[in-house]
């Protein structure tokens, strides 16, 4: 393929117009939007609006007159849009690490007599991480099992079964339909980690049977560093779902002070302390952009963005040892690519010097997203190139490339 | 006292440079500080700054270049200043809320054999609701008791007393150092709640040898809506205590993407999920300009403001029926003030239509926080003259201001 075939491809994006929306540093190439969106300018604009005008004028009657108070129910409830579920179901509280407490525990709840947690060892680590935590607080058993075997494991014993829909590393997608019928017909129920699905594959979660969720607002969503997490608990599952962190913006009636906890019957229950209201500024600014886009079309761009990176990227530096580590077929992944290369993670700091923006994964995986709202295919087309220069000129061996920085 | 008394008492305020650093709405007097502080000049520029250059421009580079993997810490350090505790004492991170329930299960933790929460009936709301969620998912046993009754409760049973160091509708301070020895002396650990006090009263965390703290970083320290909330681990249970949020940011190592959790041995172990960098950007400015004011005379000159607002209420409006709800003792208080009236929900709102803006908490509290680094005793005697003038004239007997909002 020619850069211009490439640039024949963006003439017909029906996504073109979004990347107006962004102001994205000059010549750089941001293949990282599955780690850090970048901010579209409204986010900017209604981040400052929030702060200047919402929290510097108005004051303490911001709760009120510029609707804090209903921030995480009214964003959730735009999320909900992206994932196939309806507004009342999805909710913005927290990071994804506690609301996957908060689901996993109620999950044990709604299964009285189970007790075992199932997840795969692939899983995201702090997924795991946290399990482990909640299975050690709430009398529970983390049993953790090779992404293989997990058909096999599902029995009786199983509360629920926890999985990342699309994997951090290789991007591979778990049919989720098919999982959860897997976990149903055993009477468990699943909680998804849609950290690398929300705004990149059209997920469904209704159409699945599913039941629980949890999601990022900082990668595909653009929300900000950091930005709050959404969690996503089905209308059927609402009424008897109990929070372990039942703080006072879960309650039935926060503002009336009563001694003892009553749980609001719907998804605000999954609230616990005061929002971040900032935070949710820049969020809610970012689904009001994510939104116009239809989410079957930003899974289509994404696959052709990545499609044409792999194809690339195989015939051009195929014979540098670089090999894919990601599901050839779209169906089968997210909207990130992962290539190994025994230097990968010099590789990495090679192409972020000329621009070229991924990340890197331990022991040798570079690791590229292709946020479809605003790359085009020529900027891909352009990155391979860049990437093959670095390895046929091995401008990668440099020590300043080497130095592993505290976060990679 | 006259007006020229109060603004002789300002010529002599040793805090008075400070007002220059916020920009308040002209014409207000800003006594909700308590509830949530105004922006500092210094917090909006920084907040700009995270969003518009560290997000927009470094994007991703920014967990590194600019410091946000450091910043939960980094500003936890800085808050340690403020409490009487040492930099490696101290982080920044989730909810008040959340940090409760991570704090007071880990006290369970460090107290094994012992299934007790001890608290009073009277604390904050959310505080008890969080413990009883806990007692509910870790098999343990909330006891809220009258305050009077506390120390007869502190028993061998009790694992950790938990209380708010300042009520937050009273503002009765309760003697940190008389408590914690107290709970000492039945090996109980205190965990305290300082969201009144932090910003407010000189609080001596390791000088009264407590064991556990959180607070909030949304009243006296002006760190934003929603802003990142603070806890304190004293350095000897540091070791020890257990987080049940047991996510990837309190690893050991969180970018080694190790399979099983790991605790880090210090305070980053209580780190959860990613952290809300730009309510973190916010709340640090914040500090940075509260670090700059002695603790003791932050609380000298509120102590000041309070005796002058309670003194003229009590002789200006004492006939039409208000009366104090707080300490008379400024030694027994922190630095808000509430006084009953059966209006006076409708008072406040009368009140706030006045550019004079404080707060109600059910069934009668009218709630006056003040805070010292932009209050003058000018305003404050304004303040009670507006107040006087409302009441004296009916002015709250409207149907506007009898109209009850989502937030109170």
Not at 185 to 188: Q, V
Not at 295 to 298: D, L, N, R
């Given at each position: 393929m020619t850069r211009d075939d490439a640039r024949a491809l963006?003439?017909?994006?029906p996504l073109a117009r979004f990347r107006d929306a962004f102001d994205l540093p000059p010549g750089m190439i941001y293949l990282d939007g599955n780690s850090l969106g970048p901010p579209p300018k409204t986010a900017l604009a209604g981040l400052r609006d929030a702060a200047e005008r919402q929290w510097g004028r108005d004051l303490i009657t911001s709760w009120n007159v510029n609707g804090w108070i209903d921030a995480p129910l009214r964003v959730g409830g735009k999320i909900a849009g992206l994932l196939g579920a309806r507004p009342h179901e999805v909710a913005v509280a927290d990071s994804t690490s506690v609301n996957l407490f908060k689901l996993a525990a109620g999950a044990l709840g709604l299964r009285p007599g189970r007790?075992?947690?199932?997840?795969?060892t692939g899983n995201f680590p702090t997924d795991l991480y946290v399990l482990e935590g909640l299975a050690r607080t709430a009398g529970a058993e983390l049993r953790a099992v090779h992404p293989d075997r997990l058909l096999d494991a599902l029995n009786e014993d199983v509360a629920v079964l926890v999985l990342t829909h699309v994997h951090y590393r290789t991007a591979r997608r778990w049919d989720m339909a098919a999982l959860t019928a897997a976990a149903h017909?055993?009477?468990?129920l699943v909680l998804w980690d849609l950290s690398h699905s929300a705004g990149a594959v059209a997920v469904d979660l209704n159409d699945c049977g599913a039941d629980l969720?949890?999601?990022?607002?900082?990668?595909y969503l653009n929300g900000g560093p950091g930005a709050p997490a959404f969690l996503f608990v089905a209308e059927r599952h609402l009424g008897a779902i109990r929070s372990p962190l039942s703080g006072w913006m879960g309650h039935a009636e926060p503002f009336a002070f009563e001694h003892g906890y009553r749980p609001s019957g719907d998804i605000r229950a999954q609230l616990c302390g005061t929002p971040g209201v900032l935070g949710l500024a820049a969020l809610e600014a970012s689904i009001d952009l994510q939104v116009q886009a239809d989410?079957?079309?930003?899974e289509a761009k994404g696959q052709s963005l990545c499609d044409l990176f792999i194809a690339e990227t195989d015939s051009r530096c195929g014979?540098?040892?670089v090999e894919l580590a990601t599901p050839r077929a779209a169906r089968e992944r997210g909207l990130h690519v992962s290539f190994a290369h025994p230097q990968g993670y010099a590789v990495v700091q090679a192409l972020i010097a000329r621009g070229v923006v991924?990340?890197?994964r331990s022991p040798d995986l570079m690791r590229f997203g292709f946020s479809p709202l605003y790359l085009s295919h020529a900027e891909v087309w352009d990155a391979?190139?860049?990437?093959?220069e670095v390895l046929a000129t091995g401008a990668w061996d440099r020590p300043e490339f080497r130095a592993r920085a505290a976060v990679t």
């Open positions: 963006d003439a017909q994006d007790r075992v947690i199932l997840s795969e017909a055993k009477g468990a969720a949890v999601g990022c607002g900082y990668k989410p079957a079309a930003i014979r540098f040892g991924g990340d890197y391979v190139a860049i990437l093959e």
